[in-house]
């Protein structure tokens, strides 16, 4: 079995990663998301466009004929290749963009991040250790990444879309590194034994490790790493320490907000609820009452003008909304057709839909207020409209992060997926599990970026889903909000975290 680019990669981070693959892969916990890669797919096809005509390499399971057929390529004078593979020693690897001029080499590693990290470059170090190795005239190495200032006009600009940077000189002053590193590997993957790795930040930089859940095994179910909202810096600070377990935790000077969350995972408190603060924060409100949710999706590549890599373009709303207190709940949504720049006719169906002058809730309002400016701006005519409503969006998730109401199922979360089973949990119309196709931010975005490729009758059913699923969003507002209303009518004692 060959060493290949990826492989030397997982070794940088922690050799037992790859020992845990050929030994225990079962173990493994996929963390990688299959739209990323998907995403670094169609970024790379890309790329190989930016030095014009190249000749592909086509992949094989056969790596021997990928290298015979980079052989043949070779022979000529000058030529771009993509994905020309080699094997040095035991040592594989494809170069992504490979410019042959004469006798001299250049070696391009394309990223669909927006700058270079410390392991694309011990990804082509490999690279050009293993060219080198065969003897080819390596003279530049560079990381083509994508230039997240870029703003499409017209046809796409490969040459605005990308950066090219040149890391020679990083790179030829880590070949001995290299070297040095295939042994370590060679010689790691040469025993069979199991070794004790320690654990460390390394097991979530630069990716987390798939086999974090086995590696902490032997630790007590509850430990530093399952608390919530902390660096991980911080947890294996504490675990350094020897702080494992919430029991240790509690001795140390940690934050209020920390202490309540594990004084509720260790004893069976009844929920937390500081009326007051919460009745503050309902006064703060007004009718009609609107709750909106927006879903959002990112390209890479941007397909629209005026769009930026990665920037959240939004596809889809829902809004619930009460005229008058104790009124009936109405609805209304928008779903956008695929392939097409959706934001225009969201924006125009958002300012019909939501008045000026009244009161918008959403959960994590900074999202949704970031949308609607954005829509202000690339629509001067609806500008008015479009920031009048975000100046009068609140947020319903400050009383859950500021603890005005805590209930141990919420382990320390605020996000609105453990907040609603905390509250309600037994109705099952606001199980987000019992959707179908579509349960969950992530899921919704991937969908719709893919809707354009399905079949109408599939498109029917996945924009049935969609709505579906945006419209639970709201909906779960609706009744959080409902619920909090409800509470500070109750006449239980108001309870407070102490202070040591
Ligand atoms: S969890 Fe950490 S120690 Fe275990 S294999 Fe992964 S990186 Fe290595």
Redesign the pocket.
């Known amino acids: 079995m060959y060493l290949s680019k990826s492989k030397y990669c997982l070794g940088v981070?922690?050799?037992?990663?790859l020992?845990?693959d050929k030994h225990s892969p079962e173990e493994r916990i996929e963390t990688s998301n299959q739209a990323v890669l998907d995403n670094g797919t169609e970024v790379g096809e890309c790329a190989k466009n930016l030095f014009g005509f190249h000749i592909d390499v086509n992949f094989s399971e056969n790596l021997s004929s990928m290298i015979d057929d980079t052989e043949k390529l070779l022979k000529l004078e000058k030529v771009v290749i993509t994905e020309a593979s080699f094997v040095y020693e035991n040592n594989f690897c494809s170069v992504d963009i490979l410019k042959k001029d004469g006798n001299s080499y250049e070696i391009y590693e394309v990223k669909s991040s927006t700058s270079v990290h410390d392991i694309y470059l011990d990804d082509i170090s490999y690279q050009t250790y293993v060219l080198l190795g065969l003897g080819y005239n390596v003279k530049k190495c560079s990381i083509v990444h994508i230039n997240s200032n870029y703003v499409r006009k017209g046809n796409l600009d490969l040459n605005e879309l990308f950066k090219i940077e040149d890391v020679t000189d990083i790179v030829f002053s880590k070949q001995d590194e290299v070297e040095n590193k295939i042994k370590e590997i060679n010689k790691y993957m040469a025993d069979e034994r199991e070794k004790d790795?320690?654990?460390?930040i390394?097991?979530?930089e630069p990716y987390e490790?798939?086999?974090?859940?086995?590696?902490?095994g032997h630790l007590p179910k509850e430990n530093i790493f399952k608390v919530k909202r902390m660096r991980n810096k911080d947890k294996f600070k504490y675990y350094d320490k020897g702080i494992i377990t919430y029991e240790d935790l509690l001795k140390e000077d940690i934050d209020d907000k920390l202490k309540l969350q594990i004084d509720y995972e260790l004893n069976n408190r009844e929920p937390l609820i500081h009326k007051d603060k919460i009745n503050d924060f309902l006064s703060t409100l007004s009718y009609p009452l609107y709750f909106l949710d927006f879903e959002t999706y990112q390209e890479t590549i941007p397909k629209y003008d005026g769009i930026r890599p990665y920037q959240q373009i939004p596809f889809q709303y829902s809004l619930h909304y009460y005229e008058k207190d104790n009124g009936p709940l109405y609805h209304k949504e928008f779903l956008s057709e695929p392939d097409i720049d959706p934001r225009r006719s969201l924006a125009e169906k958002l300012v019909e839909d939501i008045p000026m002058n009244v009161c918008t809730l959403a959960y994590n309002m900074s999202f949704e207020k970031t949308v609607i400016k954005n829509l202000a701006y690339l629509f001067p005519d609806l500008k008015e409209h479009l920031l009048n409503i975000h100046d009068n969006i609140k947020d319903l998730m400050i009383v859950f992060k500021n603890m005005d109401y805590y209930d141990k199922n919420m382990h320390g979360s605020f996000s609105i997926k453990y907040v609603l089973p905390a509250l309600f949990p037994d109705e099952e119309e606001l199980n987000y599990q019992n959707l179908e196709g579509v349960h969950n931010g992530s899921e919704a975005m991937n969908s719709f970026a893919n809707m354009g490729n399905l079949s109408l009758d599939e498109q029917n059913v996945l924009r049935n889903n969609l709505l579906e699923y945006c419209k639970l969003d709201t909906y779960a507002m609706v009744k959080i909000y409902d619920r909090l209303k409800e509470v500070t009518k109750l006449k239980n004692k108001v309870k407070v975290l102490e202070k040591n």
């Open positions: 981070q922690c050799d037992k990663i020992w845990l790795e320690p654990l460390g390394h097991c979530f490790c798939p086999y974090f859940n086995y590696c902490t």
